[in-house]
Nanobody
Framework: VQLQASGGGVVEAGGSLRLSCAAF????????IGWFRQAPGKEREGVSC????????SYTDSVKGRFTISSDNAKKTVYLQMNSLLPEDTAVYSC??????????????????WGQGTQVTVSS
């Protein structure tokens, strides 16, 4: 599967952005798809993932209640709706995929398939 991320940008604290991850080459229902992020000087962090076949989701604690992951199987696209953004959410966000029927956000860094990153900048 190939992944293409989009939707990053610059937003003020408290604002919202929606990231998109389009999948090509394989049925998206065969994968769990998610996002991890990396800020300058910090380690990569798994943010959220979804098991596309059944909609099961996982989030890292710092984004629970603010971010929502969803999938549109007809469009073969996974979305990450990010609300109430904080300056500490500033990072390069990358989408990843694994041929699994479960997912855990904390484990995304070791994913099998990676898309390019998209920059999210939250100003204070």
């Amino acid at each position: 599967v190939q992944l293409q991320a989009s939707g990053g940008g610059v937003v003020e604290a408290g604002g919202s952005l929606r990231l998109s991850c389009a999948a090509f080459g394989s049925p998206v229902e065969d994968y769990s798809i998610g996002w991890f992020r990396q800020a300058p000087g910090k380690e990569r962090e798994g943010v959220s993932c979804i098991v596309v076949s059944d909609g099961t989701t996982s989030y890292t604690d710092s984004v629970k209640g603010r971010f929502t992951i969803s999938s549109d199987n007809a469009k073969k696209t996974v979305y990450l709706q990010m609300n109430s953004l904080l300056p500490e959410d500033t990072a390069v966000y990358s989408c990843v995929a694994n041929p699994l029927t479960f997912c855990i956000a904390a484990h995304l860094v070791g994913s099998d398939y990676w898309g390019q990153g998209t920059q999210v900048t939250v100003s204070s």
